[in-house]
């Protein structure tokens, strides 16, 4: 099954359906509206604190983060035990899209709704993820994991600017189309979640899951079968931390990982919030600059896959770190349109980039037969570090009362994974080939 089109490009479509939400809802539309209309200026009063948007922002995307943070590892480790990975892809899908469509309903003063459905929409995106990322190693042999990487984020990048580009069209004109702002804001979030379930149909058509049947241990036989996977699930993770703890170096890349990324969700997460109040940005100069980042990280996705079968995966991330730390830099000292322009530029071109080589670079050292587990492991590292840099966003902004000491905290993130990632040796890090 490894190297064929049609699971490939099945599975590519996943990444074209859910870049959607992300893109338009969790990246574009929602922090600004959250913002404007959901809290205000006026901020909400939470356990006797005033809190502004951005801090609460940024607490919500850590809570959404711990939340998969806890439950990951074990569902890739049941997901691999019952070859279930498409049935749990599908079923988070579904999940998630319902939750999204449902953020139409989020209005003015609305903000346990907006909290709740947000979160729930996070931990689904995720936790498909986890299953989705599991594939990768199924599906492509050792020497084609960079290129369909990158070929996932591109279509990813592609479907989520398709989408983009509609609900940033009807929020530009939504005076000629007879809504308010308001209105157009929530049915372009609300569009992301039909978008997602409606392309997902193409990935549960064609990416094929080979079937292999684990046969329970005795102990677990007369346990329903649901708690049987479950606790089979947990100590199998158990197990499986403690085996990946004897590998120094893929242990140490996952730290790497989880920190330099953390860096890298921040600033994706935390750009629209910082242009809104911060520097005080029209939706509309936000939403072009945002368009853009998407239609730049098409080509930087497959840019730097060319650069890995130059110079390999690991130099290729170490240098997009670099220009990273050059990022927040520059994001300290940004004031105008023009020059959130030119920022949205420069993530572009390293964003796909720097996800798709990791996530390729990973799958290449860990064993096949185990990767929804092992990628569980990873969300796990990934969402961990997603608690931290947003929650730390937050509380400088709110301690500081300015994001632009929040944003060049970030580069420490940048420069302390960059230096352990060149700490990783990649033969000794490859445990694919031993006997799990």
Not at 16 to 24: K, V
Not at 130 to 138: E, G, R, S, T
Request: glycine share 10%.
């Amino acid at each position: 099954m490894k190297d064929d089109k049609k699971t490939i490009f099945g599975w590519c479509m996943y990444d074209w359906a859910n870049s959607a939400y992300i893109t338009t809802a969790a990246v574009a539309l929602l922090p600004n509206y959250f913002a404007q209309a959901v809290v205000g200026e006026a901020g909400v009063n939470i356990l006797g604190m005033n809190m502004s948007a951005t801090a609460l922002w940024g607490y919500m995307l850590g809570t959404a983060a711990f939340l998969v943070f806890l439950f990951a590892p074990v569902l890739g480790a049941v997901a691999d035990f019952s070859s279930a990975k498409k049935r749990f892809l599908m079923g988070f899908a579904y999940m998630g899209s319902l939750f999204a469509t449902m953020l139409y309903f989020c209005g003015s003063g609305d903000i346990g709704l907006t909290i709740v459905l947000f979160i729930g929409t996070q931990v689904c995106f995720v936790g498909a993820n986890v299953f989705y990322d599991a594939f990768l190693p199924q599906i492509a042999s050792e020497d084609k994991l960079d290129s369909v990487s990158a070929k996932g984020y591109a279509f990813g990048y592609v479907g989520g600017s398709l989408q983009f580009g509609i609900a940033l069209g009807l929020v530009a004109m939504h005076e000629t189309v007879g809504v308010s702002i308001t209105i157009a804001a929530r049915i372009g979030m609300a569009m992301t979640g039909i978008w997602w379930a409606g392309w997902t149909l193409l990935t549960m058509k064609y990416l094929k899951e080979v079937k292999t049947p684990y046969e329970l241990p005795e102990a677990y036989r007369n346990r329903p079968k649901i708690f049987a996977y479950l606790t089979l699930g947990i100590s199998r993770t158990i197990s499986t931390a403690k085996r990946v703890g004897h590998f120094k170096h893929l242990t140490l890349f996952l730290v790497a990982y989880m920190i330099y990324n953390d860096g890298i969700h921040t600033v994706t997460s935390m750009a629209t919030i910082y242009g809104t109040e911060e520097l005080g940005l029209s939706t509309t100069a936000l939403m072009v600059t945002l368009l853009l980042v998407q239609i730049v990280a098409i080509g930087g996705a497959l840019i730097f896959s060319q650069l890995a079968n130059r110079i390999g995966a690991k130099r290729s991330v170490m240098f997009a770190l670099v220009l990273w730390s050059g990022v927040v830099t520059y994001g300290y000292f940004i004031h105008t349109a023009t020059e959130f322009f030119i920022l949205g530029m420069v993530v572009g071109v390293v964003l796909g980039g720097t996800q798709a080589l990791s996530r390729s670079f990973y799958g290449a050292m860990i064993p096949e037969q185990a990767s929804a587990e092992f990628y569980g492991f990873y969300s796990v590292f990934s969402k961990f570090s997603s608690i931290w840099g947003p929650v730390t966003f937050g509380f400088i902004e709110q301690v500081t009362g300015s994001a632009r000491f929040a944003i060049i905290s970030l580069m420490i993130f940048f420069i302390v994974g960059l230096i352990l990632l060149a700490c990783v040796d990649e033969e000794k890090a490859r445990v694919g080939k031993l006997d799990f």
